[in-house]
């Protein structure tokens, strides 16, 4: 299963992101997607996830500033968030299958 993820880049603070990520390979059927974030010096965390009957969480720091969604049939997953803060910055990476399988992450950077 191979995630590319896509979407990151320079960001205005204060304005909105939009990712997505998409598995292909060997997919079968996949189950959870999440999304999470690594900062510099930071560990990565969990940024939110939504499984494959749609429920989805997320992470208290993002909660309310953030959306995932996905699309089934094109094994994509989104993330949007919108009131982007400096401290948004980060590596994004998706995942599936629990963990197994990661994306290579995409940058965000946050200008204030």
């Known amino acids: 299963v191979q995630l590319q993820a896509s979407g990151g880049g320079l960001v205005q603070a204060g304005g909105p992101l939009r990712l997505s990520c998409a598995a292909s390979?060997?997919?079968?059927?996949?189950?959870?997607m999440s999304w999470h974030r690594q900062a510099p010096g930071e560990q990565r965390e969990l940024v939110g996830s939504?499984?494959?009957?749609?429920?989805?969480n997320y992470a208290e720091s993002v909660k309310g500033r953030c959306t995932i969604s996905r699309d089934y049939a094109k094994n994509t997953v989104f993330l949007e968030m919108n009131s982007l803060k400096p401290d948004d910055a980060a590596v994004f990476f998706c995942s599936t299958f629990g963990g197994k399988y990661w994306g290579k992450g995409t940058q965000v950077t946050v200008s204030s």
């Open positions: 390979g060997s997919v079968g059927r996949i189950g959870a």
């Open positions: 939504i499984s494959s009957e749609g429920t989805i």
